[in-house]
Each structure stands twice: as C-alpha cells, then as structure tokens.
DNA sequence: TGACGAAGTTAGGCACGCCTAATAATATTA
DNA sequence: TAATATTATTAGGCGTGCCTAACTTCGTCA
C-alpha cells in the first residue's frame, strides 16, 4: 500500500477500537450493536473488525459475550483518542474551524498524523494559548479573507508565484498572468502551464530571481517572476 | 469505507497522479517506469492504475505509449500538490520539523486534509510569516521540551488533566497521581483508569470543578482535578 | 417450558490495491 | 534483419473491509 502507516492498526480498526474504548468508558462494556450504530456499519462488519482486534489482543471477545479492551487496546485506544483530541483542538483553537466540522476531519486525519506531528501540535497550542494575540491575528485574516467570497479559494488564499520561491525549490507553472508582452515572452520561452521551474538563486536584493526550465537558465525581474503562479514542491 | 474522503480519488490514485505530475513536468511526459520506481510498486500495478486514471479521465493512456494528464487530470494534481505543499511548509515552518520527515508526514496527510483546513493553514502560514516572533515563540517552547528527553512523550507534553478541561467536555481517565490519601479516595468513588468523566460545571474561581462520574456528580477541588490525568473527548 | 424477537455469527460476494508469473510489444544491438 | 533486452500488459491470487442473506444463540415473556 503506498498511503503507509507504520502504525499497527488500519484507519478502520483504529476507529473500531475508540468506538469500543469510549461505550466501554461509558457503559462498562461494550455490544456488537453499540459499535454498529456508531460507525454505522453493519453488525457483521463488526464481528469480523472484532475477530481481527481479538487476534491482536486489543479486545477480550467471546462470541455472544460483551466485549470489553485488553491493557495494550486501552493503551492504543487512549493514543487514538488523544490524537483526535490534539487535533481537533488546534482546529478549533488556532485555525477557528467549527466544533463540528472539525471533529470530523479530526476523526480522519487521527489516522495518519504521527507522533512527532501530533506532540508538536500540542506544544503549538500551548503557545497560542499563552499569546492569544495569534490567535486573533489569525481570525482576523481569515475574516478579512471571507469578503472576498465567490472567489476559489487559491484566490483567497493567494496564489504562490515564482517570486515566493525560496533558493532551490522546483514548482510547476499553473498560470502566467496575462497582459504586457511579458505573457507572450515567457510563454515563447517554455515557461507555460504544466512546465517545470526550479529557482537556481535570488540576488541579495531579491531582483533578479535566476530560474531553471527546460535545461535554459534564465534571469527574471521580480515582477515578472510575481506574475507566474506555481504549485510548490 | 468508515473512512470516508468525499475526494474523487482514493489516496493510491491521488499519489499516482503526483507522481505523472512531476514526471510529466520535469520531461514532457511519464512511462510506467517512472512511475513505478518513484512510487516503490511493480509496474503492473501501474499498468492497472493508468487504466482507472484513464477511466476516469484524468491522464490520457494508450497501451505502451507514453502517458500525460487530461486538463482534468492536471487540475486534480495540481491540488493534491498544493496540499502536499502547504501541509510541508507548515510542518517546517510553524512545527519546525526536519523538511525530510516533514515532506513523508505531507506525503500522507495530502490525502486527508480537507480544503477548509488547507487554506486555514495556509492563512495561519501568512500570519507567521508577517510576525516572525510567532514563529521563534514555538521553536523555543519545543527547544525547552527537547531538553526533557527521555521522558514519554505523554509526559514531555504535560499531561491533561480534568483541570484542564471545559465545561461540558468528557473525558476517559488514564491515571490518577498516586500519593496522598485521594488516590485512593478517588479510586474508591469510581474514579478510576477507564472511567468517563463530564466536567458539569466549573466556579468563576475554577475552584470547586463540578463532575458526573457513574452517575454520580461530585465536587473537586482544582489540586484533586490536576491530578487526574485523562483523554478528552 | 417453549416460542418469539433481538442480537450476533457465518458464508459468500464485491471493490480495491497490491503482488508474481507468464506473455506481448517495443527498443536496442549485432 | 534477427536476436536480445527492456518495458508493459494480462491473468490469477491474496488481504482488507465492506455488504446481504441465511443461520444460530440468547434473553424474555406467555
Ligand atoms: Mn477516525
Ligand atoms: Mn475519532
Ligand atoms: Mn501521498
Ligand atoms: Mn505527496
């Protein structure tokens, strides 16, 4: 598979197993049923997601019998559910996203933030909770941002352009901006949608910008360069 | 799938088309070869990803030609790269992680972020950028982290407590700090590993923090509450 | 006690995404 | 041009994770 994980249960199983960590929780044990409802999965889905975790000794289950967590499903259920909370808190608290919607992209990316990601998003929020400036400054741009509704989003948001590459980095044209005779120029050059640029440097005063395409290097204003949209590598 | 991405392209698809992306930029146009080298499978698993991209109109493939993307197929690539990129720049710039592990974690996260938190990130980006202060802020909490090492993660992070909880948050309780006669009086009330609690209300002093546990609410005091270390939902 | 309904399991099927092995097409070289 | 090497495709298999349909087990209540 060549989305990895490195992590010891599927996306699938890591959500059966906070289903049965939060019902267990709450109830004491836990029913096929309860979880079905939950996830919204048939009852035979969870037999087999259970025979699976009973193999990898994250549940204790019995056919017909409640189910209830071993030490280590407890353990990794809490690592899950601590994630999901990470996440979602630096969703809501740094980025204003709403409750709802962002417990349910939490619930998506539980699965595939690491450790280290994870950990760091914590000790960001800790900051943020300490200078709540960031946080308002933020909102602020993101209010300002929605006005300009309509608009797609990578207006919205500005577009990258070959003048926000730093030294080395590749990009992919998406657009030239029209108008002038620069359009043509660079156009003429190869420099069109879909090629490859690569910043080969920046003069100290950020003009010219020195790129690479298509074997030929060549030197652009700031302007000009500004005027090319890319997507990043 | 409980899984669920509302995208068009499952995440193999998605980091297929990258992969075209790139290639075609860099070269004109990408062979199977390419492709499975960069991504690490066998080429006939190319072969049988080209023939759903090509269903879908997203590159256009004839059998043992080489291969480019539809207008379609360039926009859909173009983002997922803008994701991809967004997500690393964030994970160096804002979390400060190491541009290799934080160009693998994009390469997994591209596929689950959603567009809302894509153009937040984005946006939060921004804001760094103009206060460059945010930025030194959080290296320096995690710097001081650092020099904790090893310590669990769990501990480096500071652990949440139900201290730290608002009101009308649940949470499952990992741990409960031993010392003192209250472990054992929380423990004998109920509050133990495993056990829900739902923080009902807490004082305009933040001290007492009212909790339902079992169905029974009971009153704690702040210094009772942080030594009560939990997952919140 | 026995019948009934709810809950749970098994069997079989399907889509996805990877693999290996065999085969076919294309490129390279003698 | 013919032999050979490289590249690409097909066929068939496997694991995961979902489904439906048929069946079994369990608890309840007459
Ligand atoms: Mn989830
Ligand atoms: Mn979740
Ligand atoms: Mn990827
Ligand atoms: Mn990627």
Redesign the pocket.
Known sequence: ???ESTRSL????E??LQAIFWTVAAKGAA???DI?RQ??????????????LAEKKFVH?Q????ITLTAEGFDEAARVAQRHFIVREFFVRVLGLDEAVADKEACRMEHCVGDDVAERLATLMEFVKAHPEMQSGVSQLLAERDHSDGMPASVRRGPVTVADLRSGQKAVIVAVRSGAALARRLVDMGLGRGALVEVEGVAPTGDPIRVKIRGYQLALRRTEAAAISVVGK
Do not use: C, H, N, W
């Open positions: 598979m060549i989305f599927s996306a699938s199983l959500d059966y029913r096929a049923k079905a996830l919204g999965v048939k009852a035979s889905s969870v037999t087999g997601a259970l025979q699976t289950y056919p017909y019998e409640a």
